[in-house]
């Protein structure tokens, strides 16, 4: 465990010193719901520390959700799996556009929806999945996770890809708050 949070940590080094414009807060997790179904957690930072809501949270240079609610000490991130956070990706060999959906069928497994990818799309499993910065909420580069598989969709007109997640959200401890980035919000 604590050599997970070792390299953990260095990855976090690393992605703070390739974005200098990246301003972090450090927060620890008080509170695992464990009655969502899609998780959240509470953080022991909120809007005195210069927490907002949307501010993505990373463990490592793993995105691992978005913050939902923010009170003076403490805030809510809802995780990847949630229905209400989407995030403009790409994959980093093929560079295609996509973004990720939260279905409940899959999530239970530890699986996110990567959507809008191209009917003939090159992406296959083992694909890595990271945040593209589209839309200004999350930054460019985060890593999202590994594609487990690739299937066309119920319709016949797309393809579908299921993505598990880098981070392991039962560790979760000690995250990091992007409060501000370059491209926020545009």
Not at 37 to 45: A, E, R
Not at 51 to 75: A, F, M
Not at 132 to 148: A, E, Q
């Amino acid at each position: 465990k604590t050599l997970h949070k070792l390299r953990a940590y260095e990855e976090f080094l690393d992605v703070k010193d390739r974005n200098p414009d990246y301003s972090f807060t450090p927060a620890t997790v008080i509170l695992k719901d464990s009655s969502d179904i899609y998780g959240s957690f509470t953080l022991n930072k909120g809007s005195d520390d210069g927490v907002s809501v949307n501010d993505p949270v990373i463990y490592g240079e793993q995105l691992v959700g978005t913050v939902k609610s923010v009170n003076k000490n403490n805030c809510t991130v809802y995780t990847l799996f949630n229905p209400d956070v989407s995030v403009s990706a790409y994959e980093i060999r093929t560079r295609e556009d996509c973004y990720t959906e939260t279905e409940f069928s899959v999530s239970k497994d530890g699986l996110i929806v990567l959507s809008g990818l191209a009917k003939n799309t090159s992406v296959v499993s083992g694909g890595i999945v990271c945040s593209s910065g589209i839309g200004g909420l999350y930054p460019k580069d985060l890593i999202i996770g590994t594609v487990k598989s690739v299937q066309t969709d119920v319709s016949g007109l797309g393809i579908t890809a299921f993505v598990e997640p880098d981070a392991d959200y039962s560790q979760l401890n000690d995250v990091f708050i992007i409060t501000d980035f370059e491209g926020k919000n545009s």
